[in-house]
């Protein structure tokens, strides 16, 4: 059902959620206000849901997460708060989400790791806070846009180069060594730094000599700091 580009208004009716057997749903670029209806959740056979470019606010519905046979989900351009749902994880067809310039907030939520499908993830434009979790390296965007959020560092390598322009006023200050972020150095932070080196990963925080490199000499140097 293709009404895009109409001047439609008002809400998007709860009835929405009797046409079961809709592909497709485009109501974008229009007037449309209110919220976005639970019913939506419902139309299980959908593959392309437009809601983008229009007028609308509250959270986006945890029921969003029933619509498994998405390829495409667009809500940029509205007015939406609140948190992203854990259950756009449940949307691992997913090739394109795109999710930016509206009012989400909180955390990039763990299941975003299960879109291995994503060509295209848009999450700019947001007051998103919090660390990038390092699984954000699973989903299929190798080069996702996360600028204009708040965003704090340190931000995981496989998209470092991407994550733009961060508002970190309200990041708390990163304390060199403190692996487990628990605002303490003790012999916690020396083990994730050898599970790290035996990973081969790469953290800021546990380059205690700033070389650019995890090895033995960062371990020493942080028991170090321990002992003393």
Same mark, same amino acid.
């Given at each position: 059902?293709?009404?895009?580009?109409n001047?439609?208004? !008002?809400?998007?009716?709860?009835e929405?959620?009797n046409?079961?057997?809709?592909?497709?749903?485009?109501?974008?670029w229009?007037?449309?206000?209110?919220e976005?209806?639970?019913?939506?959740g419902?139309l299980?056979s959908?593959? $392309?849901?437009?809601l983008e470019n229009n007028?609308l606010t509250?959270?986006?519905?945890?029921?969003?997460? %029933?619509? $498994?046979?998405l390829?495409?989900?667009d809500?940029?351009?509205?007015?939406?708060?609140?948190?992203?749902p854990?259950e756009?994880?449940?949307?691992?067809?997913?090739?394109? +989400?795109?999710?930016w310039? %509206?009012?989400?907030?909180? =955390?990039?939520?763990? =299941?975003i790791?299960?879109?291995?499908? +994503?060509?295209?993830l848009?999450?700019?434009?947001?007051?998103?806070?919090g660390?990038?979790?390092? =699984?954000?390296?699973n989903?299929?965007?190798?080069?996702p846009?996360?600028?204009? %959020? &708040? +965003?704090?560092p340190?931000?995981p390598?496989c998209i470092e180069?991407?994550?733009g =322009?961060? #508002? $970190?006023?309200?990041c708390?200050?990163?304390?060199? !060594?403190?692996?487990?972020?628990d &605002?303490l150095?003790?012999?916690? #932070?020396?083990?994730?730094?050898?599970?790290?080196?035996l #990973?081969?990963?790469?953290h800021? &925080?546990?380059?205690?000599?700033q070389?650019?490199?995890? %090895?033995?000499?960062?371990?020493?140097?942080?028991?170090?700091?321990?002992? #003393?």
């Amino acid at each position: 059902m293709g009404l895009s580009y109409n001047p439609l208004t !008002g809400e998007i009716p709860v009835e929405i959620g009797n046409l079961t057997n809709l592909r497709t749903l485009h109501l974008n670029w229009n007037y449309l206000t209110g919220e976005i209806p639970s019913e939506i959740g419902q139309l299980t056979s959908l593959t $392309t849901l437009w809601l983008e470019n229009n007028q609308l606010t509250g959270e986006i519905p945890v029921e969003i997460g %029933n619509l $498994t046979n998405l390829f495409r989900l667009d809500l940029y351009d509205n007015q939406l708060t609140g948190e992203i749902p854990v259950e756009i994880g449940n949307l691992t067809r997913l090739g394109i +989400l795109s999710l930016w310039d %509206n009012q989400l907030l909180g =955390e990039i939520p763990l =299941e975003i790791s299960n879109l291995i499908n +994503l060509s295209h993830l848009y999450l700019s434009d947001n007051q998103l806070s919090g660390q990038i979790p390092i =699984e954000i390296c699973n989903q299929g965007d190798s080069s996702p846009s996360l600028y204009n %959020n &708040q +965003l704090c560092p340190p931000y995981p390598e496989c998209i470092e180069d991407y994550v733009g =322009e961060q #508002d $970190t006023s309200e990041c708390e200050s990163e304390i060199l !060594g403190d692996l487990n972020d628990d &605002q303490l150095i003790n012999v916690q #932070d020396v083990i994730i730094l050898v599970n790290y080196i035996l #990973d081969s990963y790469s953290h800021e &925080q546990g380059d205690m000599n700033q070389d650019g490199v995890l %090895n033995i000499q960062d371990v020493i140097i942080l028991i170090g700091i321990i002992l #003393d």
